[in-house]
């Protein structure tokens, strides 16, 4: 069994009265890789900053365990005032240098040290070699190494010149330099472009290590972590597997979850009528069952309120053509610059979720600005509906009034705003974007990204569109927002151009791809499908450019059917299938008590906790019940089949 790596013990945190993490568990094992998500304001960020001593809890204790080399990164990235690449990335490399530093004074204490000094040092001399063998003796190359790696071509320009993908990089090297035992990562792919991101990825993947990854990269989430952690109201719930696996054994819980609470309802429903009979309350039993109903319909309560959160969608436009913008040789470059655009021909259609794909700095955003009219192609034509309704979110954001308040920046100082053909109070609105009425009247300029996000959104979703462009609308919105937003965009009946490094968003969204290529002169390529089928089927069409195409295969002679046998069950089939539906209950019932167990993250504290053993007879009982799911279908079909 792995030894600990870190771990928060009965960890709470407040922020005012309210505990913003309460009576927190956490065991983190070395080679463990796990992510944890949570809606914005759930205390992800708060965690972060307890796990990197920033911050101390009110009650609890965080241990990290002792001679671990620890790597932190955080959302925003800080560095040393006037720091350049190089010196940053020396900063990274402290503790290597210390290890040279120390190596080179025990070898001057060992000339006539005596003998039981002697033997210490030399011991701790080993462990010293032993990780400089690892990492090497001369930092330059290291620290060229990890440029190469990151693509920091220039080590002395100033960081706090860089953008903020180009600081994240710097980060990400610095992070990758210290060569750690345990990882912990806050948003890292945040303004990165998809090939540092597939950087990142690989990394990751072969990271031997301890890693608490916090994203909302679903996609990273799914290729990487082994254990998913929830954060929700203060309490971690756990699941195992990725981001995928995550989602299934979610669903499977709130079904789970629903039938009790319809159980729960119709036993409230029966001791409700009773006591509506009048149940008198003078025996010690009446009053003790009229105390549970009291505390069953309090349960009940509990257990099917649910936030009142309306469902998103945008409002479609009047347009019913199905030609709505067409490119016929169409060009563009910069004065001076680079031909971003090179003979594209392209016809949007009516329903098309078009994604744009391609690193930083292609043109993604460029294109959308002459597809719009913005700018003005330096060659070809663009043909527009001439009753085309456009809604666009800009990844600049420059669509919001900072100096004005989110209310007016959504309705300009309009009481209502009409939504789906009906109208409402523009304050109530907002708050189902998460804009509670006594923050209104905040400027735009004080909302942070996620926030101006979801305004833009709500505000996008009020004007009827035929066309719907969105330049990185994902950037800092959490899992749940973003899971609202794409039912929103599968909705829409309209025609959707989309730019975003969110691969599992893209991959959700998309009808079609328009990717970048470095090849040819065109530059842009259209692709039937989502971004996840570029790769496929470039290389598909590169290996029928060169590869015969194989003679069709014979078809096999048509088998005649069996005999038809008598329909419904024998008797010995009926006595089966009513094993199995006694069998499958058993299950459920056995998986909801593991499931019990696996949701206090205090189950792995300790390699003894019993969370390891429950995982084990977990997967044991999803194979059983898988495999009498089978059997009861089987029966089931047999049964009913006429």
Known sequence: MPSIALSLINVTKRFGATPILDGLNLGLFQGEKVGLIGRNGAGKSTLFRLLSGDESPDAGEVVMTQGLRVARLSQEPHFAPGATVRAALEAALADHRTLLARHQEIHDRL?????????????????????????????????????????????????????????????LAQAWLKDPDVLVLDEPTNHLDPDQVEKLEAWLQAFEGALLLITHDRHLLDAVVTRMLELEDGILRSYEGGYSDYLLEK?????????????????????????????????????????????LKDTVEDRTRTETRQGLAFAAGGNRSDALLRTEGLRFAHPGGPELIGGLDLWLQRGMRLALLGPNGCGKSTLLRVLLGEWQPTAGEVARHPKLGVAAISQGRGEL?????????????????????????????????GFPVDQQARTASSLSGGERNRLLLAKAMLSPADLLVLDEPTNDLDIPTLQNLEEALQGFPGTLLLVSHDRFFLDQVATHTLAWTPEGTVRWELYEGPPSTVRTLRAERAALAIQPVAPAAKAKPREESPRARKPGLSQKEQRRLAEVEEGLAGLHGRLAALEEILADPAAFLRADSPGHAALADQAQAKADLEELELEWLELEEKRTSP
């Open 111 to 171: 000339h006539g040290a005596p003998a039981a000094e002697a033997e210490r040092l030399h011991l701790e001399l080993e462990a010293i070699e032993h990780h400089l063998h690892h990492l090497g003796w001369d930092l330059e190359p290291r620290l060229k190494e990890a440029a190469v790696t990151w693509g920091l071509a220039d080590l002395e320009v100033p960081v706090e010149s860089l953008s903020g993908g180009w600081r994240k990089r710097v980060a």
């Open 251 to 295: 669903s499977d819980r709130a079904f789970r979850e629903s039938r009790l609470t319809e159980h729960m309802q119709n036993r409230l429903r029966r001791e409700m009528a009773w006591l509506r009979r009048g149940a008198k309350a003078r025996t010690r039993k009446s009053k003790l069952r009229i105390q549970e109903v009291l505390d």
């Open 401 to 433: 009034d900072g100096t004005r308040s989110i209310l007016d920046n959504l309705a300009d100082r309009a009481s209502v705003v009409n939504v789906g053909g009906s109208t409402v109070l523009a304050h109530v609105y907002l708050t189902r974007f």
